[in-house]
């Protein structure tokens, strides 16, 4: 079959909506800053500009399915099913709102006052009437560097948000094959493969990073050398700092395989089970929160997405479910059969692998190109407790086995590198005096956080009332959640340099075990 979605572009009913595209700079711009930098900013509806700010429209796309299903000796007992269907995903909310922080339609002021009197007499800033927008910056304009290679501005550097304007609806190409058979009356088992491959993911970016500089290719004012203090003169954009730039993109990219195998007994002489155990791995290039729209690689290098490929923060490599309803054989009929017939027990067991951790690193305003980066791992070094996890929640990460990249100072080289510290063959010099830290290799999937494992049980009776009719009767139950009352640990703090490094301080379920009663009237 085929399915087709309309997803369109998101568009604002009075085009309040202003997007950036840095394509539309021209080159005195890029590296002074200044007036110019309006030219980037197209608000839509305006001067020939689409109501979404997007160059390329959405009409939609068109989704193919397929599947299969075989009855293998023509008995019923055993059969082969699959299928592959091709999934889009709808975005709308996150452009819309990366778009609707960007001036003209956006000011922002804060009133800091120590005076009562005088915040009480005018407790609000000074902010344009809405009939007044829309309003622009005063922008900042590089006019010169000091003898260290920091940047002078006229004023302070701006922070914008951007989405790609040829941006497309990411999707997922999904598939699976599984053999179902029955090896006892009842009883059946399961066994398949389930694949994923996202394409065209959401990241945030900051593409305004510090490029590195040397002789062959030199910066701003014939800058050829470079430190953490010069980094907003290395900038691509004039006028914008290292941070100031966070463009949405759909360059990411996701794989998910995963082993199924399942053992069912269908409901059946008073007993149903279900026993789901999976084991997967999930990788992808970019960093992805569970319940966020898009999430940026911020630790690595925003320019090539390769180098922060690793495991996938929802990688759980084994899970398994366990699920059963027994219906407790007891009396049927009389005062026995009231008090002691009737009565259901139920349970939902489960138990899997801790998400994986990255070492990311704390060092301040160190960094050559104003991203933090990774933490440095000794290799062979044992990085995670063996043993209870309670009796590690101070150290469940052993500190020795971690530090920040090195601190590079004045006259270092290092390289092979392009600009975009990728891999290249310039190399490059720390400024005299100066000093900085590299990004450091990916570091993601280093560890685990702990085992996860939970136990819910109810313990249920049915009173049959005939009044209420067929169907009609009374239920209740008795509830435990965490039955078993097990924490389930978040992960520790991973980030070298800091002083909780390693430390578990908080879980993930902080209710622990519950208990409640329940009375249901059924008619």
């Given at each position: 079959g085929l399915r087709y979605d309309h997803l369109g572009n998101p568009t604002e009913t009075h085009n309040t909506i202003t997007n950036f595209d840095p394509s539309l700079l021209s080159g005195d711009t890029l590296l002074r800053g200044g007036s110019g930098l309006a030219d980037?900013?197209?608000?839509?509806?305006?001067?020939?500009?689409?109501?979404?700010?997007?160059?390329?429209?959405?009409?939609?796309?068109?989704?193919?399915?397929?599947?299969?299903?075989?009855?293998?000796?023509?008995?019923?007992?055993l059969a082969l099913r699959g299928g592959y269907g091709i999934y889009y995903q709808d975005t709308n909310y996150s452009l819309q709102y990366a778009?609707?922080?960007?001036?003209?339609?956006?000011?922002?002021?804060?009133?800091?006052?120590?005076?009562?009197?005088?915040?009480?007499?005018?407790?609000?800033?000074?902010?344009?009437?809405?009939?007044?927008?829309?309003?622009?910056?005063?922008?900042?304009?590089?006019?010169?560097?000091?003898?260290?290679?920091?940047?002078?501005?006229?004023r302070p550097q701006l922070s914008v948000q951007a989405v790609d304007r040829r941006l497309r609806a990411p999707y997922s190409q999904n598939w699976?094959?599984?053999?179902?058979?029955?090896?006892?009356?009842?009883?059946?088992?399961?066994?398949?493969?389930?694949?994923?491959?996202?394409?065209?993911?959401?990241?945030?970016?900051?593409?305004?990073?510090?490029?590195?500089?040397?002789?062959?290719?030199?910066g701003?004012?014939?800058?050829?050398?470079?430190?953490?203090?010069?980094?907003?003169?290395?900038v691509p954009i004039a006028g914008l700092g290292v941070g100031g730039l966070s463009v949405i993109k759909?360059?990411?990219s996701a794989n998910y395989n995963a082993l199924l195998a399942t053992v069912n007994h269908r409901f059946a002489r008073r007993f149903l089970f279900k026993a789901a155990y999976t084991f997967s791995k999930s990788i992808n290039n970019f960093q992805s929160d569970a319940g966020s729209n898009y999430q940026g690689s911020a630790v690595g290098n925003p320019?090539?997405?390769?180098?922060?490929?690793?495991?996938?923060?929802?990688?759980?490599?084994?899970?398994?479910?366990?699920?059963?309803?027994?219906?407790i054989p007891g009396f049927k009929k009389g005062l026995l059969g009231a008090a002691l017939g009737n009565w259901s027990l139920a349970g939902i067991f489960t138990y899997q692998n801790g998400f994986p951790g990255v070492i990311t690193q704390s060092i301040g305003t160190t960094s050559l190109t104003g991203t933090?980066?990774?933490?440095?791992?000794?290799?062979?070094?044992?990085?995670?407790?063996?043993?209870?996890?309670?009796?590690?929640?101070?150290?469940?990460?052993?500190?020795?086995?971690?530090?920040?990249?090195?601190?590079?100072?004045?006259?270092?080289?290092?390289?092979?590198?392009?600009?975009?510290?990728?891999?290249?063959?310039?190399?490059?010099?720390?400024?005299?005096?100066?000093?900085?830290?590299?990004?450091?290799?990916?570091?993601?999937?280093?560890?685990?956080?702990?085992?996860?494992?939970?136990?819910d049980v109810t313990l249920?009776?049915?009173?049959?009332?005939?009044?209420?009719?067929?169907?009609?009767?009374?239920?209740?139950?008795?509830?435990?959640?965490?039955?078993?009352?097990?924490?389930?640990?978040?992960?520790?703090?991973?980030?070298?340099?800091?002083?909780?490094?390693?430390?578990?301080?908080?879980t993930i379920d902080n209710t622990g075990r519950q208990l409640q009663l329940a009375l249901k009237l059924k008619f």
């Amino acid at each position: 079959g085929l399915r087709y979605d309309h997803l369109g572009n998101p568009t604002e009913t009075h085009n309040t909506i202003t997007n950036f595209d840095p394509s539309l700079l021209s080159g005195d711009t890029l590296l002074r800053g200044g007036s110019g930098l309006a030219d980037g900013f197209v608000i839509a509806g305006k001067n020939g500009v689409s109501t979404s700010t997007m160059l390329t429209p959405n009409y939609g796309s068109i989704s193919p399915r397929v599947g299969l299903a075989y009855d293998l000796f023509g008995t019923g007992k055993l059969a082969l099913r699959g299928g592959y269907g091709i999934y889009y995903q709808d975005t709308n909310y996150s452009l819309q709102y990366a778009n609707s922080g960007n001036p003209p339609y956006q000011v922002s002021a804060a009133t800091t006052n120590t005076t009562a009197t005088r915040l009480l007499a005018n407790p609000f800033p000074s902010l344009p009437l809405p009939n007044q927008f829309p309003v622009y910056p005063t922008f900042p304009t590089l006019t010169g560097l000091s003898a260290a290679g920091v940047p002078t501005y006229d004023r302070p550097q701006l922070s914008v948000q951007a989405v790609d304007r040829r941006l497309r609806a990411p999707y997922s190409q999904n598939w699976s094959l599984n053999i179902q058979g029955e090896f006892l009356p009842n009883w059946t088992l399961e066994i398949g493969y389930l694949g994923s491959h996202a394409l065209r993911q959401q990241t945030s970016l900051q593409l305004n990073n510090a490029l590195l500089v040397n002789s062959a290719n030199p910066g701003r004012f014939g800058l050829t050398t470079n430190s953490s203090a010069n980094r907003d003169a290395r900038v691509p954009i004039a006028g914008l700092g290292v941070g100031g730039l966070s463009v949405i993109k759909n360059i990411a990219s996701a794989n998910y395989n995963a082993l199924l195998a399942t053992v069912n007994h269908r409901f059946a002489r008073r007993f149903l089970f279900k026993a789901a155990y999976t084991f997967s791995k999930s990788i992808n290039n970019f960093q992805s929160d569970a319940g966020s729209n898009y999430q940026g690689s911020a630790v690595g290098n925003p320019y090539d997405l390769n180098q922060n490929r690793g495991i996938s923060e929802q990688n759980i490599p084994n899970r398994l479910v366990v699920t059963y309803v027994w219906d407790i054989p007891g009396f049927k009929k009389g005062l026995l059969g009231a008090a002691l017939g009737n009565w259901s027990l139920a349970g939902i067991f489960t138990y899997q692998n801790g998400f994986p951790g990255v070492i990311t690193q704390s060092i301040g305003t160190t960094s050559l190109t104003g991203t933090a980066g990774y933490g440095v791992v000794t290799p062979g070094c044992n990085l995670q407790s063996s043993g209870r996890v309670q009796d590690h929640l101070n150290n469940y990460l052993n500190v020795a086995c971690v530090q920040t990249t090195p601190l590079l100072t004045g006259g270092t080289t290092f390289g092979p590198y392009s600009p975009y510290l990728t891999a290249g063959s310039g190399t490059y010099t720390i400024t005299p005096g100066g000093s900085g830290r590299l990004l450091g290799t990916s570091t993601r999937g280093a560890f685990t956080a702990p085992f996860e494992q939970r136990e819910d049980v109810t313990l249920s009776k049915n009173f049959r009332v005939r009044a209420l009719g067929e169907g009609g009767g009374l239920e209740f139950r008795a509830e435990a959640f965490k039955v078993l009352n097990n924490s389930i640990f978040s992960a520790p703090s991973a980030v070298a340099g800091s002083t909780t490094f390693g430390v578990i301080t908080s879980t993930i379920d902080n209710t622990g075990r519950q208990l409640q009663l329940a009375l249901k009237l059924k008619f």
